[in-house]
């Protein structure tokens, strides 16, 4: 999984909790990313950061939060106000921000939240 | 926003031969392509980038083609294995975004 890591790989939440999950690489890449992947569908970007202490809401960003204080770090707060939260949450990072013809994206394992 | 299209429906092929699997795109066209291959309950791995002047891309057994005017790409792999077998994603980057389709997933039958 390219030096992202991920944890928890599992984690469950009762109704009306905030939940963070975390994300860490140590490949010295600018930017991340926040996705979700639902059954049957295509990752949909919640976060993105293209550097420290800067990031911009992705497509479906209502009902989460995010922060960048470190460049090997990029954690995903999962608020009470997400109607939907139960998925499985991929993050990302790569080389590269605005810009970069080759940028590629390395994945972590991955966490599967459930709501209970 | 940019919209993914890949065929939902599991390809199933035997052993040895060649698969190839389809991403197509609507509106703005990106200034590349990116395929990767995701196994249940793990994160997705790169395997091919592909630019919109490149007409073909190669690695291994693997080929990728990109047709800006169809909008369309094909992702194919020759002498298909059992270890093949997994989901495949597309992905376009644009205006600073990676847009993903919802993946093929390929089963290889010794």
């Known amino acids: 999984d390219g030096g992202i890591t991920q944890s928890p790989k599992y984690l469950f939440r009762k109704e009306g909790q905030n939940v963070t999950l975390s994300c860490e690489q140590n490949?010295?890449?600018?930017?991340m990313y926040w996705y979700r992947q639902d059954p049957g569908q295509g990752l949909r970007l919640i976060y993105y950061?293209?550097?420290?202490?800067?990031?911009q809401k992705g497509d479906i960003a209502e009902g989460y939060s995010v922060s960048r204080e470190k460049k090997e770090s990029f954690p995903l707060t999962v608020t009470s106000a997400q109607k939907n939260p139960t998925a499985f949450y991929l993050c990302?990072?790569?080389?590269?921000?605005?810009?970069?013809?080759?940028?590629?994206?390395?994945f972590g394992p991955g966490t599967r939240l459930t709501v209970l | 926003s940019q919209k993914i299209e890949q065929n939902s429906e599991a390809l199933n092929i035997q052993e040895g031969k060649t698969a190839t699997l389809t991403c197509n795109y609507t509106?703005?066209?990106?200034?590349?392509l990116q395929w990767y291959r995701q196994d249940p309950g793990r994160g997705p791995v790169f395997l091919l980038l592909?630019?919109?002047?490149?007409k073909e891309k190669r690695k291994e057994r693997l080929k990728v083609t990109f047709d800006t005017t169809l909008k369309q790409s094909l992702f194919h792999i020759t002498a298909s294995q059992p270890a093949d077998s997994a989901t495949y994603l597309c992905?376009?980057?644009?205006?600073?975004?990676?847009?993903f389709g919802s993946g093929t997933k390929l089963n290889v039958k010794p």
């Open positions: 990302a990072s790569s080389p590269r921000g605005s810009g970069g013809l080759t940028d590629t994206q390395y």
């Open positions: 490949l010295n890449h600018d930017a």
């Open positions: 950061s293209q550097i420290v202490n800067d990031f």
């Open positions: 509106n703005y066209s990106p200034a590349y």
């Open positions: 592909i630019r919109e002047n490149e």
């Open positions: 992905a376009l980057y644009n205006f600073n975004k990676f847009y």
